[in-house]
């Protein structure tokens, strides 16, 4: 892909595994809380978490939607809850260590095999 703003700085990180831990809004808050810390990443706002109600969309989609906004950009995380698979894409403009964050994710959501790419 061409870097069409080679004059500004972006780090992009989708991460993606099948989980074992409990997952619920507290979880995902406790998540955006431990990952920020981590990566020494500044939060503006609290997170928006969405849970559909089931019967709106397909049942085997259903599970979160949920976004933190940083002071240089923000996280997405998107969570299957009957398949237990979760997909996260942090979108900065400051560097961060990948490494961390794919080893933090996967030691917080319990996941075995965790499969990431950067972009």
């Known amino acids: 892909m061409k870097n069409l703003a080679p004059h500004i700085t972006r780090q992009r990180l989708l991460i993606e595994g099948f989980y074992t831990a409990a997952v619920d809004e507290d979880f995902i808050r406790a998540y955006f809380t431990h990952l920020t810390q981590k990566l020494d990443l500044r939060v503006y706002g609290e997170p928006i978490i969405f849970a559909p109600a089931t019967g709106i969309g397909k049942d085997e989609n259903a599970g979160y939607d949920a976004f933190v906004p940083l002071i240089d950009s923000g996280i997405s995380l998107y969570?299957?809850?009957?398949?237990?698979?979760?997909?996260?894409?942090?979108?900065?403009?400051?560097?961060?260590?990948?490494?961390?964050?794919?080893?933090?994710?996967?030691?917080?959501?319990?996941?075995?095999?965790?499969?990431?790419q950067t972009f």
Request: charged share 25%; glycine share 0%.
């Open 79 to 116: 969570v299957w809850s009957s398949e237990k698979f979760m997909s996260v894409i942090i979108y900065t403009c400051k560097d961060f260590a990948a490494e961390t964050a794919i080893a933090e994710t996967a030691a917080f959501f319990d996941i075995d095999e965790i499969v990431s």
